[in-house]
């Protein structure tokens, strides 16, 4: 195969932390192999005058990219896990899923105070409807307000007194070397996170065996077993990665162990399941079902449109 490959990747800070971690990987995995990144703009990049689940929800990341790909001027496409669609158009894969950093939600405060010490109607700044959902429930007197952005913008924005505090992910912290600003690490318990948090996933066309074959000695199977059964939670009910649905799963004796929850943005309700199964697409579809059972389908409709 040609031993030159480019990889597609967003331009922002995190996202090139990320690119440049695989090429790094590629090229120690396969000497000999040159690995270019090629960087694009798109259109969740743009927007950021309003909420994602208004514009189009997380895929509006990955599409330029995918198109890269089908264009000739990309071979991979690496991304977030948490921000790549559950399900993915035709003709693409995920060749390799791992790399899974600490999966938790922080909360970054200016005071330093921890969530249970913010005053009344502290104002938080995240980006996510699963966040937002979460936090009111445990504490309705937030004040939790939309804020788009990178990493360093949102923190600039927390410093310049916009917000009270931040939720942001544990591992966007930890690769950009920033986690001396975290205050708190969320337990899961009170902040589950979205399907694939802190995992890295390489996109590639399904019809190039070559390039899927290359990537295997990146894939960590248990990781992407656990990413794999959150994504199935996501789209055993139709949920794009900008609604309230939030997926964790664990690999265990016993298979794959997966916690989900469903919240209305108001924070008002908070639906929970488990499920357990030897196959993660079967822990993922049974968790869906006993969230469906639950009311997840009707609450999630309302959001759309809104």
Same mark, same amino acid.
């Given at each position: 195969m040609n031993r030159r490959l480019r990889i597609a990747t967003r331009k922002s800070p995190l996202a090139l932390w990320q690119a440049e971690h695989i090429k790094a990987a590629l090229e120690?995995?396969?000497?000999?192999?040159?690995?270019?990144?090629v960087g694009f703009v798109t259109s969740g990049d743009r927007w950021l005058s309003a909420p994602l689940s208004e514009v189009g929800g997380?895929?509006?990341?990955?599409?330029?990219?995918?198109?890269?790909?089908?264009?000739?001027t990309a071979d991979l496409a690496v991304h977030s896990m948490k921000d790549v669609p559950a399900a993915l158009p035709d003709p693409f894969v995920l060749g390799a899923i791992g790399y899974r950093a600490d999966v938790r939600d922080v909360l970054?405060? #200016?005071?330093?105070?921890?969530?249970?010490?913010?005053?009344?109607?502290?104002r938080i700044g995240t980006a996510s409807l699963r966040r937002a959902a979460q936090l009111r429930h445990l504490r309705r007197d937030l004040r939790v307000e939309p804020i788009r952005g990178n990493v360093n913008t949102r923190l600039?924005?927390?410093d310049a007194g916009d917000y009270d &505090?931040?939720?942001?992910?544990? &591992?966007?912290l930890e690769r950009l070397g920033l986690s001396g600003r975290v205050t708190e690490y969320l337990d899961l318990e009170v902040s589950l996170p979205a399907a694939g948090q802190g995992a890295i996933g390489i996109e590639c066309r399904?019809? #190039?065996?070559d390039l899927i074959a290359l990537l295997q000695p990146l894939n960590d199977p248990d990781v992407a077993r656990?990413?794999?059964?959150? #994504?199935?939670v996501s789209r055993g009910l139709n949920a794009d990665c900008s609604l309230p649905v939030a997926a964790y799963a664990e690999c265990g004796e016993r298979g794959v162990f997966v916690r989900a929850r469903v919240g209305s943005p108001d924070g008002v309700t908070l639906l929970h399941a488990e499920a357990t199964a030897s196959d993660p697409e079967d822990a993922g579809a049974q968790a869906a079902d006993e969230l469906r059972a639950r009311g997840a389908t009707e609450l999630l409709e309302s959001l759309h449109g809104q």
């Open positions: 120690t995995a396969h000497p000999g192999l040159e690995v270019e990144l997380k895929g509006l990341f990955v599409k330029e990219l995918e198109q890269a790909m089908l264009d000739g970054v405060s #200016r005071t330093g105070a921890p969530l249970a010490a913010l005053p009344e109607s502290a600039d924005k927390l &505090a931040l939720v942001l992910a544990s &591992a966007g399904a019809d #190039r065996a656990c990413v794999t059964a959150e #994504r199935a």
